[in-house]
């Protein structure tokens, strides 16, 4: 009997969304400057005699547990690509808001691509599970990859990026997700009517975050989904606002939201900023996070 596989994964925050126009296939164009940051979903693929999921922590009451879930996907196509029967017992241990626009779901879909190729012995390369990864999702391959990276086209092809040292976040939970289709149909529905400019990296981003400066990164910090968001969910701008007088240097949306981000100065200033969200009721909960941190990685070969 082999071995249950563990890997963990990392979540994502959009330092930069710059969404163009819509494409023939209905997907936007983009450019996304991820960042892996230090809240994480854990993935651990066991033997059994069918696929199954189960799932624990956050937010579980909204992961669906069927056929539809990223990472029952993500072990039925590794599968089907090396004709094999998906029988797999995934668990995930969450911690990752789920529809937060952290990807979660994309977390999930990494960590079972490279936990069942491990327990399968399916010998997939690093590229190979890069692809899958893409097929699955636009934010798929981000989290197996890590660290910092610019998505191009759909938000699919990553080019790495460096960082100097670490950026301490605080990240503010919400009540709720938003499904991140109405999201874009809201970007689309407030930008009607306007020409769409191609989507730039900005360069005094990728300088920033080249120096690790935060302060130079926090100005710099940009999301073309922030807007419909808010639309969407008036009640962010309250959370942002806390944040923000709280000492954040800078706030945002994280991608198609609600989980809202605060860049801060350091690691203590990144506590009290939490402290401040957490009593100002604007948010469900709160956490620090670091990041660059790795992509998805086994943790170990133990039991679920
Ligand atoms: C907005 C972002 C920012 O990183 O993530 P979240 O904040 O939701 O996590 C991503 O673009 C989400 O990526 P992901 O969640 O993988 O999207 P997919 O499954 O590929 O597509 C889901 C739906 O999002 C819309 N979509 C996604 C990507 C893209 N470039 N254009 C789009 O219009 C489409 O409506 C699509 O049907
Ligand atoms: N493993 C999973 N974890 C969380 N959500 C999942 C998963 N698989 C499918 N979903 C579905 O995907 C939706 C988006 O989830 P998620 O990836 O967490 O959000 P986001 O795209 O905002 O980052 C959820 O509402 C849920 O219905």
């Not at 937010?59 to 547990?65: A, E, G, I, N």
């Not at 009607?192 to 302060?215: F, H, I, W, Y």
């Not at 962010?236 to 806390?242: F, N």
């Amino acid at each position: 009997m082999r071995k249950p596989v563990t890997v963990r994964v990392p979540a994502k925050v959009n330092v930069q969304l710059a969404v163009g126009g819509v494409r023939p296939d209905g997907f936007h164009e983009l450019v996304s400057v991820f960042l892996a940051v230090g809240l994480y979903d854990e993935v651990t693929a066991t033997p059994a005699d069918t696929l199954r999921i189960t799932a624990t922590g956050l937010d579980t009451d909204r992961v669906p547990l069927g056929r539809t879930n990223l990472a029952a996907r993500a072990a039925q196509l590794l599968a089907a690509r090396h004709g094999i029967a998906p029988d797999v017992h995934l668990h995930l241990a969450k911690g990752i808001p789920v529809a937060g626009g952290m990807a979660g779901g994309s977390a999930d879909a990494a960590g079972a691509l490279m936990a069942c190729n491990g327990l399968w012995g399916t010998g997939a390369s690093r590229d190979g599970l890069l692809s899958l990864a893409a097929e699955l999702g636009s934010d798929v391959p981000f989290p197996l990859a890590g660290g910092a990276a610019l998505g191009r086209g759909r938000g699919e092809l990553l080019t790495p990026l460096e960082v100097s040292g670490t950026l301490c976040w605080v990240f503010a939970l919400a009540d709720g997700g938003l499904p991140t289709p109405a999201v874009y149909a809201e970007f689309d529905r407030l930008r009607e009517g306007q020409a769409v400019p191609a989507p730039r990296a900005s360069p005094l981003l990728l300088g920033a975050l080249r120096t690790g400066d935060a302060a130079a990164l926090a100005p710099a910090l940009s999301n073309d989904l922030q807007a419909a968001a808010l639309s969407l969910r008036p009640c962010l701008a309250a959370t942002l606002a806390a944040g923000t007088a709280a000492g954040a240097l800078a706030a945002l949306v994280c991608g198609s939201g609600p989980t809202t981000a605060f860049l801060t100065r350091d690691a203590a200033s990144a506590t009290a900023v939490c402290a401040a969200l957490l009593a100002s009721g604007t948010c469900c909960t709160a956490r620090a996070a670091s990041g660059p941190v790795p992509g998805a990685h086994i943790v170990a070969h133990r039991p679920a």
